[in-house]
């Protein structure tokens, strides 16, 4: 009975991703009479479950006839991933010395991590930003991937991960002659890994769909990234736009659905005391 009363939460969830299929399935006349009016404001729009004639066109148009959309997928590939590997290079040894190395300022160092880590990017906008030009990056993909791998949540839940690894087990580890490096690299690694695979899930969904970013520190249309590209359409191919938007969902969905069980263990492993 509890199960039946989440359902209407459920349906409020998958609406919209059922609005991106229907409408890539749409054609755009149809589209225009039925959601445009919500665009133009030149009438009362109407919510259509099921369009009238499904069509494959719009799809077809978009994956054989689009180039610039393509070009604008592999930016996105391009900024998104070595984000991704940079932030596992970068932040887990990071997290692993907040978790497990004792040293003078360490609480200093957690304290100004979790700082930053709640500072939202219009603070740290103009900064970046300046930092970016003085080193000439402005305007390069190096602008949104930099800032991507030395963001401070990844290591933040990393370490959250890291704490969960027993201190017997490490302490075992050492009898047996086993370095900082080794520790790290066949136990903390092995057993944290569910926070790095929360956090590289977590990486990927943020840059996947970063807008603010991209818009400040790119200026050539040539270098943006899917959402800029969505962003800037004009609406006058409603179904194209409905199909762009649908494939560029996709990843993300199946990531998540691949992630989800990693990130729940992630989030709950700081809970459990080693």
């Given amino acids: 009975m509890k199960k039946w009363l989440l359902l209407p939460f459920a349906l409020l969830v998958w609406g919209p991703i059922w609005l991106l299929f229907a409408g890539a399935i749409t054609g755009d006349a149809e589209l225009q009479a039925t959601l445009g009016p919500a665009l133009t404001n030149s009438g009362q729009a109407r919510l259509v479950l099921l369009p009238s004639w499904p069509t494959l066109q719009t799809m077809l148009e978009l994956l054989l006839d689009t180039p610039e959309?393509?070009?604008?997928?592999?930016?996105?590939?391009?900024?998104?991933?070595?984000?991704?590997?940079?932030?596992?290079?970068?932040?887990?040894p990071a997290a692993w010395a907040l978790s497990r190395l004792v040293f003078p300022g360490r609480r200093a160092v957690r304290s100004l991590y979790i700082v930053l880590m709640l500072l939202p990017f219009q603070v740290t906008m103009v900064p970046s930003y300046l930092t970016l030009h003085a080193l000439g990056l402005l305007d390069t993909v190096w602008a949104v991937i930099l800032p991507g791998v030395f963001s401070t949540f990844p290591v933040f839940l990393m370490q959250r991960g890291f704490d969960a690894v027993p201190k017997s087990l490490l302490e075992a580890?050492?009898?047996?002659?086993?370095?900082?490096?080794?520790?790290?690299?066949?136990?903390g690694l092995p057993v944290g890994l569910p926070g790095v695979l929360a956090a590289m899930t977590i990486g990927f969904l943020d840059a996947w769909n970063a807008l603010e970013q991209p818009m400040t520190f790119l200026k050539t249309p040539s270098l943006w990234p899917l959402s800029l590209y969505l962003t800037n359409t004009n609406g006058s191919n409603l179904a194209l736009t409905m199909a762009a938007s649908l494939v560029m969902l996709l990843p993300a969905v199946l990531l998540f659905s691949f992630g989800q069980k990693y990130l729940e263990q992630g989030i709950l492993a700081g809970a459990v005391k080693g």
């Fill in 69 to 92: 959309y393509f070009v604008t997928y592999w930016n996105t590939c391009a900024q998104v991933l070595p984000q991704v590997a940079g932030q596992c290079l970068v932040g887990a």
């Fill in 173 to 187: 580890a050492a009898i047996d002659g086993a370095g900082l490096w080794q520790q790290f690299f066949r136990i």
